[in-house]
């Protein structure tokens, strides 16, 4: 199953420790994304990538941190200064939206997800 | 900042009925607008999305229509079936520095067989 792939599905942070999210894709995208979905809040960015060794903060990325050292792979870390970090984490890319390729460009392909909870 | 606004949060309709779910958008230079299916602890799926070059689309049951003048688009589902109960997310992509998605809220729609 070729495209997004998100690990582990599950997991679980104790108080005061950091966690990395996993984000591998093998489709060629320039772009990575990094969002936070709660209950009714909507998709919201926490950190974005256009290139390799270079990325972005987004709408709530405090508590955050991001690496790009591979085209393929942008991994998440939740540090134990994000005090609300239950949620459902997304990471998603697409092509470079500097690239003028229509009807390609923007669109966003999801991984499956990670559960984040705090014990 | 910029902002997409979705309408409403929740829909419920009997089988066979429509659904129409309604967005708004700030941003003036926005210029792509998907349309995303989400099912309970699914990734969200990609299932229309539209140019502002065009004012509306069609693929078999789902239409998406856009208003660039009142900077609104919907998302129009006819003969819905059980299968079409998720939450559903409308988004505008902006040209600026960041070059991304913002997202709405979601709406969730039931369908009662």
């Known amino acids: 199953d070729g495209g997004i792939t998100q690990s582990p599905k599950y997991l679980f942070r104790k108080e005061g420790q950091n966690v990395t999210l996993s984000c591998e894709q093998n489709?060629?995208?320039?772009?990575m994304y990094w969002y936070r979905q709660d209950p009714g809040q909507g998709l919201r960015l926490i950190y974005y990538?256009?290139?390799?060794?270079?990325?972005q903060k987004g709408d709530i990325a405090e508590g955050y941190s991001v690496s790009r050292e591979k085209k393929e792979s942008f991994p998440l870390t939740v540090t134990s200064a994000q005090k609300n970090p239950t949620a459902f984490y997304l990471c998603?890319?697409?092509?470079?939206?500097?690239?003028?390729?229509?009807?390609?460009?923007?669109?966003?392909?999801f991984g499956s997800g990670t559960q984040l909870s705090v014990l | 900042g910029e902002n997409v606004e979705q309408h409403p949060s929740t829909l419920s309709v009997q089988e066979g009925d429509s659904a129409v779910i309604k967005c708004t958008y700030s941003?003036?230079?926005?210029?792509?607008f998907p349309w995303y299916k989400q099912e309970l602890g699914k990734r969200p799926q990609l299932i229309i999305d539209?140019?502002?070059?065009?004012g509306e689309k069609k693929d078999q049951r789902i239409a998406v229509t856009l208003n660039k003048t009142a900077k609104h688009f919907s998302l129009h589902i006819t003969e819905t079936q059980p299968e079409d109960s998720a939450v559903y997310f409308c988004?505008?992509?902006?040209?600026?520095?960041?070059?991304?998605?913002?997202f709405g809220k979601g709406t969730k729609l039931s369908v009662k067989p």
């Open positions: 998603a890319s697409n092509y470079n939206g500097e690239r003028q390729v229509e009807a390609t460009n923007e669109k966003l392909f």
């Open positions: 988004a505008a992509h902006y040209g600026g520095s960041q070059g991304n998605l913002i």
């Open positions: 941003d003036s230079a926005s210029n792509y």
């Open positions: 539209i140019r502002s070059n065009v």
């Open positions: 489709l060629n995208h320039d772009a």
């Open positions: 990538s256009q290139i390799v060794n270079d990325f």
